[in-house]
């Protein structure tokens, strides 16, 4: 088996990547008709052995066992079956334990071995690829967590005893109006990103959208550095203004990011990947942590820019020239690193758009696909649900976590005029963010805890750690009880990036398809902003108390969402969802039988209206291998007929390993040539 596999091992990516690129035929489809239209646009003659979904022919009949062991690799890989083909999900409680611990415990020794090597041969090696396939995809969230963080710590410094306090404290000179407005149109600006985004990252492309959000979030970044008007209270309408518009860029990069990195479009664009079904979830995830490297950062420039700037102190009052200074700086340090990302997603990803390309072909669709938002409504509009209506619950929780700080801060040190006890606290807390955000990394993988367990966990921690003091905030406001209020703080904070913030990104993108994968996303994370802009309003209206009365209740709510109606993708093949997702684009939803119908992947809502009723391994196997006979023949057909493009990368011969080629010549009803050396045409009908 070793050896088999080592023969195909380099093949396995390009292979499996071919057969998802085959238009699916129907059950009598290629025995009534002499031709088939490739997603190339080549039409080719149909050879005679078309895939039989009747279920009297047996596929694997007289195949050898090199034969057997070669598609036993390619269609039941080790990560996911053990030697008796059985799936992870399928097995019992107690093996299926020992089969994921035993193949992740393999796979974690495999890696630090390669990091083993890359640090022998290269020191500096781990660092580099660490660069390029975690920092570079997200270095946009990473930016937007810099500047979004940033404003909000601005506006303390604005309205400490200073300069601006008789403007944004006071509001003698300045609307109060237009002061509130700098929290509400950033938000509205990130919803409208989102969604606008996120439709044309569906319709246009991920690599446009990538670039466009690049171009925005530049372009209102110089105007906020630039900001000014006559009086103090018309700078503060062209600050808020081009907070608005710089919105519009950071909310466009929450479908972006996440679609492109779930895709692999920044490499080679194949899904069907070993990497994929274990490494899925980290590599999207490690990603979107680089916001709160984003928010890291900042704080520790902003600190470091009011030292500078006001005499080496961060204590009040702060001169206009020191306030000034500090946040013309903080903005125009991300402006540099925006232009740079520009350029780097003009020319250095130029095949984010891939797979979205390849799954327009199959549909025959060159805009926006209409019909698949219409069928992703009808299927999986219970997803939706469980997207948004989590991610809404999240951004409450999240915009909630700054009500501790104010509460123990006052306490601990009594009352200040300074913004550094409130910056320093950030730091602390941006620090225990990030341990939640690379746990969440970690175990976001894991078969036996994953995606929706992390999220419902998440959930019911972050509810504790809200109603808890709600129902005793004397005694956890004072000083004897304020030191346990403050870890329920920074413990809120740890659960809600090891929990909901981390899994909201991921599964948005995630649970439903391609082509209206950033659609989706952006709506989902656009009715989470809605969630946040609700937090901004509510908390306007209510008393302190009264918020840790109502806040943890959205955190029940986002863990009954989570349980009923997000299905659990951990260890899914996103291939195999794909696949499912072309029989329900051809109408024929009930003859798919894989493992993306397998209860464990689907939400109790599904399971309870039978979406899982067609799941059956046996006739999935078989029906897989009809599926990459219909390919090979495709592609035998092609090369018969001298009509492959040397530069056509869906069909290539040296893609098929020799046993595969073998079993399929060995086992078609009518070879590909007829007699005398004519080319055989596919024009007999099948006998």
């Given at each position: 088996m070793a050896q088999v596999a080592k023969g195909v091992e380099g093949q396995e990516r390009k292979l499996l990547r071919r057969f998802s690129l085959v238009a699916l035929p129907t059950k009598h489809e290629l025995w009534a008709s002499d031709s088939l239209t490739t997603t190339s646009g080549l039409t080719v003659t149909a050879a005679p052995h078309g895939p039989d979904m009747t279920g009297t022919h047996n596929p694997i009949h007289d195949i050898t066992e090199n034969e057997r062991q070669i598609f036993q690799y390619l269609i039941r890989p080790d990560d996911s079956y053990d030697e008796n083909g059985v799936?992870?999900?399928?097995?019992?409680?107690?093996?299926?334990?020992?089969?994921?611990?035993?193949?992740?415990?393999?796979?974690?020794?495999?890696?630090?071995?390669?990091?083993?090597r890359m640090v022998k041969a290269d020191p500096l090696s781990p660092i580099s690829y660490y660069f390029r396939n975690m920092v570079l995809p997200g270095a946009g969230l990473g930016l937007e967590g810099y500047v979004l963080f940033s404003i909000g710590n601005i506006k303390?410094?604005?309205?400490?005893?200073?300069?601006?306090?008789?403007?944004?404290?006071?509001?003698?000179?300045?609307?109060s109006n237009w002061i509130a407005a700098a929290d509400y149109l950033e938000i509205i600006g990130i919803i409208f990103g989102q969604v606008l985004v996120g439709v044309l990252g569906d319709w246009l492309g991920r690599r446009w959208g990538l670039i466009q959000d690049a171009v925005i979030m530049f372009i209102g970044l110089l105007m906020l550095t630039a900001s000014w008007g006559v009086t103090q209270n018309g700078w503060v309408i062209c600050y808020c203004w081009s907070l608005f518009f710089y919105g519009i860029g950071v909310g466009g990069e929450y479908p972006m990011t996440a679609t492109s990195g779930m895709e692999n479009a920044v490499g080679s664009g194949k899904i069907s990947t070993k990497e994929?079904?274990?490494?899925?979830?980290?590599?999207?995830?490690?990603?979107?942590?680089?916001?709160?490297?984003?928010?890291?950062?900042?704080?520790?420039?902003?600190?470091?820019?009011?030292?500078?700037?006001?005499?080496?102190?961060?204590?009040?009052?702060?001169?206009?020239?020191?306030?000034?200074?500090?946040?013309?700086?903080?903005?125009?340090?991300?402006?540099?690193?925006?232009?740079?990302?520009?350029?780097?997603?003009t020319y250095k990803m130029k095949s984010a758009s891939k797979q979205l390309l390849a799954a327009k072909k199959k549909a025959k669709v060159t805009g926006y696909d209409t019909e698949s938002l219409k069928l992703t409504l009808t299927y999986f509009?219970?997803?939706?649900?469980?997207?948004?209506?989590?991610?809404?619950?999240?951004?409450?929780?999240?915009?909630?976590?700054?009500?501790?700080?104010?509460?123990?801060?006052?306490v601990?040190?009594?009352?200040?005029?300074?913004?550094?006890?409130?910056?320093?606290?950030?730091?602390?807390?941006?620090?225990?963010?990030?341990?939640?955000?690379?746990?969440?990394?970690?175990?976001?993988?894991?078969?036996?805890?994953?995606?929706?367990?992390?999220?419902?966990?998440?959930?019911?921690?972050?509810?504790?750690?809200?109603?808890?003091?709600?129902?005793k905030f004397a005694y956890y406001?004072?000083?004897?009880?304020?030191?346990?209020?403050q870890a329920m703080y920074f413990l809120?904070?740890?659960?809600n990036q090891f929990g909901p913030n981390a899994v909201t990104f991921l599964v948005a993108a995630e649970v439903f398809p391609t082509p209206i994968r950033a659609t989706a996303h952006g709506f989902s994370a656009a009715v989470g902003k809605c969630g946040a802009l609700t937090a901004a309003v509510m908390y306007n209206y209510i008393s302190t108390q009264q918020k840790f009365y109502v806040v943890p209740w959205f955190g029940l709510v986002g863990m009954l969402l989570t349980f009923f109606f997000l299905p659990d993708t951990t260890g899914l093949d996103l291939k195999e969802q794909e696949r499912r997702w072309q029989y329900i684009r051809a109408g024929r939803?009930?003859?798919?039988?894989?493992?993306?119908?397998?209860?464990?992947?689907?939400?109790?809502?599904?399971?309870?209206?039978?979406?899982?009723?067609?799941?059956?391994?046996?006739?999935?196997?078989?029906?897989?291998?009809?599926?990459?006979?219909?390919?090979?023949?495709?592609?035998?057909?092609?090369?018969?007929?001298?009509?492959?493009?040397?530069?056509?990368?869906?069909?290539?011969?040296?893609?098929?390993?020799?046993?595969?080629?073998?079993?399929?010549?060995r086992t078609s009803q009518r070879p590909m040539n007829g007699k005398d050396g004519e080319k055989y045409t596919g024009n007999d009908s099948p006998q």
């Open positions: 799936y992870w999900a399928d097995m019992p409680i107690g093996k299926r334990i020992g089969f994921v611990t035993n193949y992740d415990n393999k796979e974690a020794a495999r890696e630090l071995s390669t990091i083993g303390p410094l604005f309205q400490a005893n200073g300069a601006f306090q008789s403007c944004w404290k006071t509001y003698q000179i300045c609307n994929d079904r274990l490494h899925r979830g980290r590599k999207v995830t490690s990603a979107f942590l680089m916001q709160g490297w984003g928010q890291f950062f900042n704080q520790i420039i902003l600190i470091l820019l009011l030292i500078m700037f006001h005499h080496g102190s961060g204590n009040a009052p702060y001169s206009q020239v020191a306030v000034q200074w500090t946040y013309r700086v903080s903005f125009a340090i991300p402006a540099v690193g925006t232009l740079w990302l520009v350029y780097y997603r509009g219970p997803r939706l649900l469980a997207t948004a209506g989590g991610w809404f619950a999240n951004d409450i929780f999240f915009y909630g976590n700054k009500l501790f700080q104010s509460e123990f801060i006052s601990i040190i009594g009352p200040t005029t300074s913004v550094m006890p409130n910056w320093l606290y950030n730091l602390v807390n941006v620090g225990v963010s990030l341990c939640g955000y690379y746990l969440a990394s970690f175990l976001i993988d894991n078969k036996l805890y994953g995606r929706k367990n992390m999220q419902m966990v998440g959930f019911l921690m972050d509810f504790i750690f809200f109603v808890v003091p709600g129902f406001t004072s000083p004897a009880g304020i030191h346990t209020f809120s904070s740890f659960f939803e009930s003859d798919y039988h894989g493992v993306a119908v397998h209860p464990k992947h689907l939400s109790f809502y599904e399971r309870m209206r039978g979406a899982g009723k067609n799941y059956n391994a046996d006739l999935d196997y078989k029906q897989k291998i009809e599926e990459m006979r219909s390919e090979w023949e495709a592609n035998e057909s092609i090369r018969h007929a001298e009509k492959l493009d040397a530069n056509d990368d869906v069909f290539d011969d040296s893609l098929y390993s020799s046993g595969v080629s073998t079993y399929f010549e």
